[in-house]
């Protein structure tokens, strides 16, 4: 398997511009996520889906911030409108149900570092 | 108050030492306990998994939790340069698969 599959990689946008970052989770995860990285406040959970349904988004900043996810193999996180305060990277994780502990651990994609300029 | 505190580093020992690395956390609930490993422009990679209290090894690297204490420890015993890498411990009430909550992580230098 490749992992978890996160484009771009890196991203450079001018304020004000929509900001599409996609994912590809691992095949037969059920769970996906989308976190936010900065220096200052580390990793934040924004949304997570459980089966494509968005269970979580409490962590989304604001009505800026939109993520779908219409099948299991993709989901993407859009900015619209673009701010220098949403540079930061981004990763998307998935994870496969049920109990137990490193099996179901997540599996992180390596990120798409975002500066908005 | 964070949910998770972590201190914040850096942290940096000569080859070989044992080094401790630590987070606290306010939610009762979390039952489930991790440490990610993160290297410079990567993904963080899950290390340890601990439920519940108690301590768990794996090699080089052990991870103890106290709950009565709310108070996580990894230990990494023989530090080599190869795990010069940033610690995140993590937490979760109902799962290592579900919604989980990050420290900030630390960042380890360790000098050949």
């Known amino acids: 398997d490749a992992g978890v599959i996160q484009s771009p990689r890196h991203e450079v946008t001018e304020m004000g511009q929509e900001v599409t970052l996609r994912c590809k989770p691992i095949s037969g995860h059920d769970y996906l996520f989308w976190y936010r990285q900065t220096m200052m406040r580390g990793l934040e959970l924004l949304i997570y889906f459980n089966n494509n349904v968005p269970i979580d988004d409490s962590g989304m900043p604001e009505d800026r911030f939109s993520a779908k996810m219409p099948n299991a193999s993709f989901s993407t996180l859009k900015i619209q409108p673009s701010e220098p305060r949403d540079s930061a990277v981004y990763f998307c994780?998935?994870?496969?149900?049920?109990?137990?502990?490193?099996?179901?651990?997540?599996?992180f994609g390596s990120g798409t570092r975002l500066t908005v300029v | 108050q964070k949910e998770v505190e972590q201190d914040p580093g850096p942290l940096s020992v000569p080859e070989g030492a044992i080094v401790s690395l630590n987070c606290t956390y306010s939610n009762s609930a979390f039952q489930y306990f991790m440490w990610y490993r993160q290297y410079s422009r990567k993904g963080p990679e899950l290390l340890m998994y601990?439920?519940?209290?108690g301590n768990k090894e794996d090699g080089r690297f052990t991870a103890q939790v106290d709950k009565s204490s709310k108070y996580i420890s990894l230990f990494i015993r023989d530090s080599q340069p190869s795990d010069s890498a940033t610690y995140l411990c993590?937490?979760?009430?109902?799962?290592?698969?579900?919604?989980?909550?990050f420290g900030k992580g630390i960042t380890l230098s360790v000098r050949p």
């Open positions: 994780a998935s994870s496969k149900g049920g109990t137990g502990g490193y099996n179901y651990g997540y599996t």
């Open positions: 601990t439920y519940s209290s």
């Open positions: 993590a937490m979760s009430v109902s799962g290592a698969n579900s919604k989980l909550t």
